[in-house]
């Protein structure tokens, strides 16, 4: 299974950008998708996760109000909608799927990784 990221760029603070992530390969049970990003010099870090078939969301603190993730189960894809964007919020982006039913913000609890996105948002 691989997970398809795309989307990112560079943008000025104050703009938008919206991530995707589609799965490719086998078919694979899953339960959450989630998006975490690294930031030069710092741990991965924890966006946003999405449960697969209800819908419900949980964000990070740092990107409440401003970044939406969303699925379309049709298109078996996952968005991050990043609007504000922050120079803090300068990372690599990447897309993650959860086979356990169980909620989980830790990077540890994700089974299959996409392989990022560069986000640069300029001041």
């Known amino acids: 299974v691989q997970l398809q990221a795309s989307g990112g760029g560079l943008v000025q603070a104050g703009g938008s950008l919206r991530l995707s992530c589609a799965p490719s390969?086998?078919?694979?049970?899953?339960?959450?998708m989630g998006w975490f990003r690294q930031a030069p010099g710092k741990e991965r870090e924890f966006v946003a996760t999405?449960?697969?078939?209800?819908?419900?969301?949980s964000y990070a603190d740092s990107v409440k109000g401003r970044f939406t993730i969303s699925r379309d189960n049709a298109m078996n894809t996952v968005y991050l909608q990043m609007n504000n964007l922050k120079p803090e919020d300068t990372a690599v982006y990447y897309c993650?799927?959860?086979?356990?039913?169980?909620?989980?913000?830790?990077?540890?609890?994700?089974?299959?990784w996409g392989q990022g996105t560069q986000v640069t948002v300029s001041s």
């Open positions: 390969g086998r078919t694979f049970s899953r339960a959450f």
């Open positions: 993650a799927a959860r086979s356990s039913r169980l909620y989980s913000q830790r990077s540890s609890g994700y089974d299959y």
């Open positions: 999405i449960n697969w078939i209800g819908g419900s969301t």
